[in-house]
Nanobody
Framework: QVQLVESGGGLVQPGGSLRLSCAAS????????MGWYRQAPGKQREPVAV???????NYADSVKGRFTVSRDNANNTMYLQMNSLKPEDTAVYYC?????????WGQGTQVTVSS
């Protein structure tokens, strides 16, 4: 199994930046793809960004040019750098992995963008 723990959420003003981290432990070598998802109140969980083992990335249209996903394989950690944040980015952000051991999710971290 792969365990995931997010950190780095918080309250930020519009236009500000945050960096989320997702630390992975367990069967790390079995991971194919990692990603960030978010869920706003009253809405379904949606994909934000994904990154593969060869560092290919894909982003939701709503965050392209503002968010960057990356991986530090030496520290088994995935990051989401979020710039130019907007109130509509407010949500609980979850990290996710898909691999030989199946799918797992972190517990989520709250991001609130408000003045």
């Amino acid at each position: 199994q792969v365990q995931l723990v997010e950190s780095g959420g918080g309250l930020v003003q519009p236009g500000g930046s945050l960096r989320l981290s997702c630390a992975a432990s367990g069967s790390i070598a079995s991971i194919y793809v990692m990603g960030w998802y978010r869920q706003a109140p009253g809405k379904q969980r949606e994909p934000v960004a994904v990154i593969t083992t060869d560092d290919s990335t894909n982003y939701a249209d709503s965050v392209k040019g503002r968010f960057t996903v990356s991986r530090d394989n030496a520290n088994n950690t995935m990051y989401l750098q979020m710039n130019s944040l907007k109130p509509e980015d407010t949500a609980v952000y979850y990290c996710n992995q898909v691999g030989d051991q199946g799918v797992s999710w972190g517990q989520g971290t709250q991001v609130t963008v408000s003045s």
